[in-house]
Each structure stands twice: as C-alpha cells, then as structure tokens.
C-alpha cells in the first residue's frame, strides 16, 4: 500500500499553497459602492479587496469620508455593494434577501458604534438581551447569558441601570457586552471610542484585546493612532481605495493626521484646538 506523504501544511501533494489556506472570515472583492441621489453621484469605495483571516485585529484608519463606515456596513451586511462580492463566513452575502442577510447578521456578527445606540428605556441588562430576542431564546437563558456577558465587560452591578444612568465608557461597555452576547465571530466596531476620553478609551480597548485573545475577529474604525496600535493589521483607506496594509506596529505615521506634540511644553498655545495637535 502505497502512502501519501502528509505535509505540515495539510496541503495534498500537487495542490497549490493556496488551496491549504483556511477560509478567510471576511473576503471581500473588488467593493465598489456609489451613492447617486439625482445627478449628484458620489463614489464611496471603488474597488477595496480585503481577506480578513479568522481571529485578527484589524484597524481601519483614512481621512473622513474616505468610506471606512461604508466599508463596515457592506462588511456588515447593512448595506449593499454596487459592483463586486463579499463572502462572510465563506458565505456569499452580496445576492441574500433581507431575511437571510438578518440571519447571517444576528449568528456571526456583532456591532459597536460611536453613539453606542442603546435604548434609552430600557435597562443595561435588557439592551445587552435584544441580540438573543431576535435568535429567540427563552426568557430565562436570555437573562443569564446577558448577565455573563455584562459581567465580562466588569458592568455585572450596573445590570439594572438605564443608559442615562450611566458613563460613556459604561455605556459603550454596555453595547459591548450587547455585541458578544450572541457568541458572533466577527465584532465590527466604528469609532468605538470616539465619544470617550482616553481612560475610558483605553478601558474599551483592553476588552477588545481579550475578545480577540479568546478567538473573535475584530475589525475596528479608528481617527486615533494610539487605539489602531492595539490591532495587529492596520488599512489605510483613501478615496475609496486601500492606500496601505499591513502591520499595525510598523505602520508609520498617516500624513492625515495631526502631528503628536510630546508634551505639553511644546503644545501650541490656545486658541490653537490642543485635541486638534493631539496634545496631552
Ligand atoms: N447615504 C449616503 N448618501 C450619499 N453619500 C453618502 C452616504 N453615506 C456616505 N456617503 C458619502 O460617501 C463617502 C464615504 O462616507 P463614509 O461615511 O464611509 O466615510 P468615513 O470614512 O466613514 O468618514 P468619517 O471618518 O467622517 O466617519 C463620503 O463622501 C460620504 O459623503
Ligand atoms: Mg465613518
């Protein structure tokens, strides 16, 4: 009996590297999306190709309007692309009805975004089951998984407070705990931290890491270099276009951003924006 030799890759003899690579979380090809509304037309990508293995972490940074929330939405499922595909999950998400998309949405992905869109009547704990109302689970373990969950982003004793009732750092913790509930795959934050000051922000990013430790893929907007060099790989978007991919250590400073003033002594006085220069 004759044996095949097994290569450490599991790849069968004859077959190219390619074909031994796991498939990607996200695989997106040649996205373009163009907003028309009368004869104004605005070309928000056009053509982003991007393979996200998974368990990565990935930052997304670009100038405004350079189509890093369009990007997510289509990633997403939110929207729709004009012209080219997008697989999640190896799935082919471009041609799904809206049922299917809600479907794939609501198993492999949760949201984080800026303003944290909580219900504002609703309870911490409540806001963090609405994932698992729609899956349709029962009352019962809705309340204990959203309880475990709040408790992972360290808000267990805030289980019974409203949004208004808490912190912006609470309350993104709160949406948090919102997206993992469901166990998704990929998270997809934009601008998770935004809204917050850099404690808060800081606090955030240190769950993100551990979410990623534990296995979810993590694709995170980001205006800020310091939060982009918590991921491992970071895109550059602009005009539509990836400008630049790769390690986010070794990214170097993106021309769009403000220079980073060391100290406060060599801060440029008022009325100079000091947020604007990025001083401490
Ligand atoms: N619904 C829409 N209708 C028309 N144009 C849109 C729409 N949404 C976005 N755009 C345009 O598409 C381009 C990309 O927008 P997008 O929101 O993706 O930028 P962004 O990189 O997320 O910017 P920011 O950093 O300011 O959030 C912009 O020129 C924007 O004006
Ligand atoms: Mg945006």
Redesign the pocket.
């Known amino acids: 009996m004759t044996r095949r030799a097994i290569r450490p890759d599991h790849r069968p003899e004859g077959k190219p590297a390619e074909w031994a690579k796991p498939t990607p979380v996200i695989l997106c090809e040649n996205i373009g999306?163009v907003?028309?509304?009368g004869r104004?037309r605005?070309?928000?990508?056009r053509g982003v190709s991007l393979r996200i293995e998974e368990g990565e972490f990935l930052a997304v940074m670009?100038?405004?309007?350079?189509?890093?929330?369009?990007?997510?939405?289509i990633i997403g499922t939110l929207d729709r692309p004009t012209s080219g595909t997008c697989l999640l999950a190896g799935i082919e998400v471009s041609g799904m009805d809206g049922n299917g998309l809600a479907r794939v949405r609501n198993r492999e992905i949760g949201f984080v975004f800026?303003n944290f869109n909580l219900f504002p009547r609703m309870t911490a704990i409540r806001n963090v089951e609405l994932p698992l109302v729609y899956a349709g689970l029962p009352a019962r373990e809705r309340g204990l998984r959203a309880g475990e969950a709040l408790d992972r982003v360290g808000l267990s004793g805030r289980a019974l407070h409203f949004p208004n009732e808490l912190s912006g750092g609470q309350r993104q913790r709160v949406a948090i705990a919102r997206a993992l509930v469901a166990g998704p795959r990929i998270i997809l934050a934009?601008?998770p931290t935004g809204n917050l000051d850099t404690g808060a922000g800081e606090e955030i990013m240190a769950i993100f890491r551990n979410l990623n430790a534990g296995g979810a893929t993590i694709v995170l907007?980001t205006?800020e270099r310091e939060i982009a060099r918590h991921a491992s790989r970071l895109v550059v978007?602009r005009d539509?276009l990836v400008e630049s991919d790769g390690p986010a250590s070794a990214a170097p400073a993106p021309a769009f951003l403000p220079p980073i003033f060391p100290d406060s002594a060599s801060c440029p006085a008022a009325p100079f924006p000091r947020e604007a220069v990025r001083c401490p």
Request: glycine share 14%; hydrophobic share 30%; no cysteine.
């Open positions: 999306k907003y028309s509304s104004i605005v070309d928000a990508l670009g100038p405004s309007g350079s189509g890093k929330s369009t990007l997510m939405n800026q934009d601008e907007v205006h978007l539509g």
